[in-house]
Every structure is written in C-alpha cells, then in structure tokens.
C-alpha cells in the first residue's frame, strides 16, 4: 500500500510543476508548520513528528483538525493551523512528511532537484 502510494505520488510528480512534495515544503515553511513541529519535522517533547509518518494518517489527523475535531487540549492549539487547508494543500503537505528527505543528495528520482522552478 504504502509503495503503491508513494509510486502513485512520484508519477504525479513527473507530470506536475512543482512537485507535491516541493509545494508541501513551501507550505510547511510558508505557513509556520515549522515553528512547531521543527525545520526536520521532527517534533519535540510537546509537538508530535510529522517526518516519515504515514500519508492516509496525517491526512485524516488534519482533516479532523480542520473540521475542528479534537479530543484533546493540544489539539485546540493545531486547529487553527488546518482551518485555512484546501485539500490539495493537505495532500501535498502529507506528501512532504510522508516522503520527507533530510536533504536531496541521495534522491534517487532527481525529481526535486529542478531548482526554485521559477514561477
Ligand atoms: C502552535 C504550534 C503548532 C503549529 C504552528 C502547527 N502545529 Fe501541528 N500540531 C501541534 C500540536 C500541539 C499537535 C498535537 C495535537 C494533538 O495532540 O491532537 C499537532 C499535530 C499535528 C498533526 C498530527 C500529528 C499526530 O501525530 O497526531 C499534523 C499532521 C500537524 N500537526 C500538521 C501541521 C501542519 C501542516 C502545520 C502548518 C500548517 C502545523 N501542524 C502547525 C502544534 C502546531
């Protein structure tokens, strides 16, 4: 399943500029994700990792959030941060922690070695 995934999302990737997991980057910078859960995504004692998790069980974690279910005090604070989340932005999101690379020197499918991409 998860290699049918992960396959399913490089394909796309061959046929979309910029990448999934390159527009989940942006927006995981972009949007503040970072200033939580960590510049590796690694999370902390208070904030959960988001590195290598499996993509269907971030996706359901931040629909919830973003239809503002939430068990738990600690979910209240994450709720805001999805509320503003289309689904596209979700999926590439997921696709970045999913898949997240360290740095892209062992990239074996080069496909986000195509620079800034200009616009
Ligand atoms: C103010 C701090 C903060 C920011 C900023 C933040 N988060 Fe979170 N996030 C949390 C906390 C706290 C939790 C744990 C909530 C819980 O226990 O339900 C969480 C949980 C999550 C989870 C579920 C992980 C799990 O293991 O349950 C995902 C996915 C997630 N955040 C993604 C994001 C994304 C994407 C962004 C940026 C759009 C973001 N977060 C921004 C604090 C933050």
């Not at 796309?12 to 927006?27: D, H, N, V």
């Not at 959960?48 to 996706?59: E, Q, S």
């Not at 503003?84 to 979700?90: E, K, P, V």
């Amino acid at each position: 399943m998860r290699a049918f995934i992960l396959l399913f999302a490089s394909t796309i990737a061959l046929f979309a500029t910029p990448s999934a997991y390159e527009q989940g980057k942006k927006l995981y910078f972009g949007k503040g994700c970072n200033g939580c859960h960590g510049i590796s995504a690694g999370g902390s004692s208070q904030y959960p990792a988001l590195a290598n998790r499996r993509k269907p069980f971030l996706i359901d974690k931040l629909k919830g959030y973003r239809a503002k279910k939430g068990a738990t005090q600690l979910s209240q604070i994450m709720i805001p941060f999805a509320i503003g989340l289309s689904d596209t932005q979700i999926d590439a999101l997921t696709t970045f922690f999913s898949e997240f690379k360290e740095s892209s020197s062992h990239d074996k499918t080069e496909r986000s070695s195509r620079g800034d991409g200009g616009s």
